[in-house]
């Protein structure tokens, strides 16, 4: 089973984004900040991560640097975020990158494609 890492600091999404991709078959693990997203990482094998880029203590670009510097860089790193425009100079950094809001079903073949890929 392909195993999903979800960081977010807000409670509704993390929720939301655990159930649905759930109902897609993967194992989700979440993590309510950067911080403790890098702990699971660090603890546990994933075959993507997902992430909000604006979060306390540790946002979505230092997760995914923290990654990328990491025993596993070339693990699959999604950023959601509310201004996708801002990411741009440093969109490099992930494998894709979905603007809020978004359809489950968009994150779902956007998962898809990258664990199939």
């Known amino acids: 089973m392909f195993r999903i890492l979800v960081i977010d600091d ?3 999404i ?3 984004l655990k159930i649905s991709l759930n109902d897609f078959g ?3 693990q979440i993590a309510v ?3 403790e997203g890098i702990e699971s990482f660090e603890k546990s094998r994933f075959n993507v991560v997902i992430t909000d880029i604006n979060m306390p203590n540790l946002d979505g670009f230092g997760v995914a ?3 990328r510097k990491s025993r596993r860089p070339a693990t699959p790193i999604i950023a959601l975020t509310g201004a996708p425009w801002l990411v741009h100079e440093k969109a490099h950094a ?3 990158v979905l603007g809020k809001p978004f359809m489950i079903q968009s994150l779902a073949d956007t998962v898809k494609g990258l664990v199939n890929h």
């Open 65 to 67: 640097q923290h990654i």
């Open 26 to 28: 993967y194992d989700v």
């Open 94 to 96: 992930f494998n894709k």
């Open 33 to 35: 900040d950067g911080k």
């Open 10 to 12: 807000e409670p509704s």
């Open 14 to 16: 993390l929720n939301l």
